[in-house]
C-alpha cells in the first residue's frame, strides 16, 4: 500500500544547478506534508514543509510545490550544493493523526 | 541545537531474545514516536505515544512490541522476543505539542541472528 510514492530513485545534478525531487501520492485526506534529508547513518532531518492549503513553502534554496490536483508535491533545490548529496524523503499525514507515511526515498548526489 | 538522542547506535541480538531501544526525546516535547527502516526500504510508521498512552500504532506494532516512559525524559521500545524480521533500523522521533514537525533521533541499527 504505496500511498506515497517517490518514483525517482536516484538523481544527479550539477553544483550551482536546480534539483527538482518529485513526490506522488494517494490519498486525498493527506492535509500535511514534508521533505527530510538523510544522510548514511543518521536519522532524517527536517527540511521544510508544506499545509495542504497552500502551493508554495520557501525556505532559503528550498522550495516547496504542492498541486492537489494532481495529488503532487516537489521539492527545489536551487542552488544545489555537494553538501545536498543525501537521500530525500517526502512524507504525509491526514488530518486528525500524527503518523507520517514515507515515500521510499530519491538518492540526490549533487557533483562538483 | 536539542536534539534527540538514541542509545544504543548498534544492537546484535539472537533471535527470541528481548531488546530494549532507548531514546532520549527533545526535553519539551509532549508526543512520541517509534519508526523503522528495514534495509533498503522505507521508512515505517510503528507507534505515536502521547500523555503516556499509545495514542496510534500500525499493524506492525504486535503484541511482541511495547512502548513506556519510564521517567521524565526516556522513551522505550522494547520488542520481546526478537524475530530475524526485526532487523532494522529504529528510529525515535518527538514534537511540540503545537507543531507539525517531528525531530528524529540518529537510529539504532538492530540485527536479529
Known amino acids: 500500500d504505496q500511498q506515497v510514492k517517490q518514483n525517482s530513485p536516484s538523481l544527479s545534478v550539477q553544483e550551482g544547478r536546480i534539483s527538482i525531487l518529485n513526490c506522488d501520492y494517494t490519498?486525498?485526506?493527506?492535509?500535511?506534508f514534508l521533505w527530510y534529508k538523510k544522510y548514511p547513518a543518521e536519522g532524517p532531518t527536517f527540511l521544510i514543509s508544506?499545509?495542504?492549503?497552500?502551493d508554495k513553502n520557501e525556505d532559503g534554496r528550498f522550495t516547496v510545490f504542492l498541486n492537489k490536483s494532481a495529488k503532487h508535491l516537489s521539492l527545489h533545490i536551487v542552488p544545489s550544493q555537494p553538501g545536498d548529496s543525501a537521500v530525500y524523503f517526502c512524507?504525509?499525514?491526514?488530518?486528525?493523526?500524527?503518523?507520517?507515511?514515507f515515500g521510499t526515498g530519491t538518492r540526490l548526489k549533487v557533483l562538483a | 541545537e536539542p536534539e534527540v538522542t538514541q542509545t544504543p547506535s548498534h544492537q546484535v541480538t539472537q533471535m527470541g531474545q528481548e531488546v530494549i531501544l532507548r531514546c532520549v526525546p527533545i526535553?519539551?516535547?509532549?508526543?512520541f514516536y517509534w519508526y523503522r527502516q528495514i534495509l533498503g526500504q522505507k521508512v515505517e510508521f510503528l507507534v505515536s505515544?502521547?500523555?503516556?498512552?499509545?495514542?496510534?500504532k500500525s499493524e506492525i506494532f504486535d503484541d511482541q512490541f511495547s512502548v513506556e516512559r519510564p521517567d521524565g525524559s526516556n522513551f522505550t521500545l522494547k520488542i520481546r522476543s526478537t524475530k530475524l524480521e526485526d532487523s532494522a533500523m529504529y528510529f525515535c522521533?518527538?514534537?511540540?505539542?503545537?507543531?507539525?514537525?517531528?525531530?528524529f533521533g540518529p537510529g539504532t541499527r538492530l540485527l536479529v541472528l
Open positions: 522521533a518527538s514534537k511540540q505539542g503545537d507543531q507539525e514537525t517531528q525531530y
Open positions: 490519498n486525498s485526506m493527506f492535509d500535511y
Open positions: 508544506i499545509s495542504s492549503i497552500k
Open positions: 512524507a504525509a499525514r491526514t488530518s486528525g493523526t500524527y503518523k507520517y507515511i
Open positions: 526535553s519539551n516535547h509532549l508526543y
Open positions: 505515544f502521547y500523555n503516556n498512552e499509545i495514542s496510534e
